[in-house]
């Protein structure tokens, strides 16, 4: 599953290059946006983890939602592969062209908008990975809920838009009403942006946010598994 999904998107040389170059576009117009390079070092992280998961869930959901309006979904439903394996194989192959664009992300804020940060590179990565999981699960999971593109863009405000409210990028949790802080306890972007944060700008390493990696571990954990027992035969109308 993971091989073919990789190479059907490689095929498509218009999604190649449009995965490559809307994080750079974005990050581009992120970097203008903030002349001041204190702002800019204070808030990548929370902008790292959010569109991390916000390119890995669109990326995953609309091709995903491909996967079943061509069908393929139900032809291998009806072989012996079970359906973990049939959510794992996506996972894979999702997984490889959301991590590019993170690690572009990653880069190009570091490498060429100059972000200061304290922590080691290869942790930062590595918590990138987690939350990529998390997010290409969660783009797999919602996906099984729409039967068309249109369907599949409004879950956008429904999914991604509470998190970035609510998750710390805007402004601190710790800020908000307690019922609004009570709601980010359940929301996995807020435990991507501290996590980031403490690593990035307090220079802790992954021991030191056990806590949030753990609590980002275990939603992709659990949103595989939900996602496996409500995948669905039918191809998307």
């Not at 002349?35 to 902008?47: F, G």
């Not at 880069?107 to 990138?128: E, S």
């Not at 609510?166 to 802080?181: A, K």
């Not at 807020?190 to 275990?218: C, H, N, P, W």
């Amino acid at each position: 599953v993971a091989g073919r999904i990789v190479r059907q998107i490689v095929r498509d040389r218009r999604t190649i290059a449009l995965i490559m170059l809307v994080p750079i576009v974005v990050m581009t117009l992120i970097g203008l946006s903030f002349p001041q390079s204190n702002v800019l070092d204070y808030i990548a992280p929370a902008l790292l983890a959010t569109l991390a998961l916000f390119f890995s869930f669109l990326l995953t959901g609309i091709s995903f939602l491909r996967e079943r309006s061509q069908g393929t979904l139900e032809r291998l439903m009806a072989s012996p592969v079970s359906r973990m394996d049939i959510v794992v194989g996506y996972l894979c192959g999702f997984f490889i062209f959301a991590l590019a664009q993170t690690l572009i992300v990653l880069f190009f804020t570091i490498y060429v908008l100059d972000v200061n940060f304290r922590g080691d590179l290869w942790q930062i990565f590595v918590f990138q990975v987690v939350i990529i999981a998390g997010a290409v699960n969660l783009g797999i999971f919602t996906s099984t809920f729409a039967r068309n593109e249109f369907q599949m863009i409004q879950f956008i405000p429904l999914i991604i838009l509470p998190q970035v409210f609510l998750g710390g990028l805007l402004w601190p949790v710790e800020q908000m009403p307690d019922y609004l802080q009570w709601l980010a306890k359940f929301l996995p972007l807020t435990y991507a942006v501290e996590g980031l944060r403490d690593i990035m700008l307090s220079g802790k390493d992954l021991l030191d946010v056990g806590f949030q990696l753990s609590v980002l571990i275990g939603f992709a954990v659990v949103i595989s598994v939900v996602t496996a027992v409500t995948v669905r035969r039918g191809s998307a109308s």
